[in-house]
């Protein structure tokens, strides 16, 4: 006859655990994503402030060149006004499709920098830009702060709540 | 690139309503169109051989209104006013292929200067267009005296487009190296670095410098026998020939006005005939007929 009672007791700490290891994961993943949108963000800024880029053409060289959710947005983007959609309805799509981990300030400022995209002027732009890089930088810090100690909980959380499930069926 | 090229492409910027209306009027009246207006309000107009009607279909007739004329607007521009900034101060958007979108609406002041132009009220879309050969008796003219020239004319009466043909001929077929350039973007049309309209091989164009800074820029760069430019409109301009012409390069140069004493009226032009720049005077009518005499 075979025990099942230590394989359910392993599956439950395992289950419990990666819970835990998966919600620091999306923290670790929501600080790339905001450093990774800086870059962009900057480059997005050198470009209107250098060479004027057009926001169709932005769009696609930053799919090009940035990394993860944030090229699956910026390719989202630049195929939605390639078809010529309205910037916001593009960056909606966009949006819907990138599914980013940022946290719910930065996501509000980054909506509100595409709902009025290229309807500015050029020093209007540059300053639409400049505040949500203040947005970023801002959430960058507040999250480099926590992050650390929030990972950490989540895994030891996730663990510590797994070994207690096995206690309590044990 | 054929007529019917040059107005689809054109029309890329307008809503597909209106796309389709004007492929339809061309298909079936077969007619040249060199206008296409968009008034709040009004039904969308086609100006063509002289002619301006009215737009409509089975629903009735197409009118234009502020969500429409927004739209062409952002399309023009790319979804990109900081792009298109100088333009829009100037009150005009090129197009790739050289068209161009005239825009009207309420003008943002600032320091006395037009910042910007919002509440568009009417739009005026041109197509450009390509005539090989339309510029022969300029060209035959120059090849017996090669001397600076300015051509003038009534606004839409060709002055452009004879202007791109003469550079593509005196660089094609007499090998001179010419330097355009080209502030609107309406005489090479470049996209990318690639002339959309042909303006020969020995043709070297800077887009969007101002006459001034490009003069200069070419002079300095390209070592160039000729230097065409379209429609001198300020003493800037006037100034900056007259200093590039101690340099030994003649210049092709584009002006609105009737004819000689109409020139001779406004500052800017007369200020262009006292320095002498050009000896040669070509002059186009609204009928498009050309008389060439000597300054």
Partial sequence: MIDWKPLGMALILCASSWTGFRA??????????????????????CEISCRLTPIGKLSAQLAQSSR??????????????????????????????????????????????FVGFGSYDYAGQLRQIELTQTQVAAGIALLAEQKQARCRSYELLGLCTGLCLVILVA | MGMEECVSQAIRVLPERVQTLVAAQCARKAVRIEELRLRTGCPVSLFAGGREWGLSDADGPCVADG???????????????????????????????????????????????????????????RVARQLRGCADALFRALWQRPLSMLLIGPPGCGKTTMLRDL?????????????????????????????????????????????????????????????????????????????????????????????????????????????GVFSLLAVLSPDRQLTIEGL
Avoid at chain 2, 78 to 103: D, F, K, V
């Fill in chain 1, 24 to 45: 620091a994961a999306a923290v670790r993943r929501t600080d790339r994503e905001l450093r990774q949108l800086r870059l962009d963000l900057e480059r997005m800024r």
């Fill in chain 1, 68 to 113: 993860g959710a944030l090229t699956t947005f910026f390719s989202a983007l630049a195929g939605g006004l390639h078809c010529g959609e309205a910037v916001e309805q593009a960056a909606e799509t966009a949006f819907a499709k990138a599914q980013l981990s940022l946290p719910p300030e930065v996501m509000e400022s980054l909506r509100g920098l």
């Fill in chain 2, 67 to 125: 969500a429409m004329l927004r739209q062409v607007v952002a399309r023009a521009t790319e979804h990109s006013l900081y792009a298109a900034g100088e333009q829009l101060r100037n009150g005009y958007c090129t197009l790739p292929g050289g068209h161009r979108l005239g825009i009207c609406g309420s003008a943002v002041m600032d320091d006395g200067q037009i910042r910007t132009l919002t509440a568009f009220s009417s739009l005026n879309l």
């Fill in chain 2, 167 to 275: 550079i593509r001929q005196l660089s094609d077929r007499s090998r001179f190296r010419v330097g355009v350039v080209d502030e609107r973007g309406e005489l090479a049309a470049c996209l990318d670095g690639v002339p959309q309209f042909s303006v020969g091989a020995c043709t070297d164009v800077l887009t969007s410098s101002s006459k001034e800074a490009g003069i200069y820029l070419l002079l300095r760069s390209m070592r160039p026998d000729w230097i065409a430019l379209d429609e001198i409109s300020a003493l800037e301009d006037v100034e900056a020939l007259c200093r590039a012409s101690y340099a030994g390069v003649r210049f092709l140069a584009t002006a609105h006005a009737q004819g000689r004493a109409d020139l001779d009226k406004r500052p800017v032009y007369r200020a262009l005939l006292e320095t």
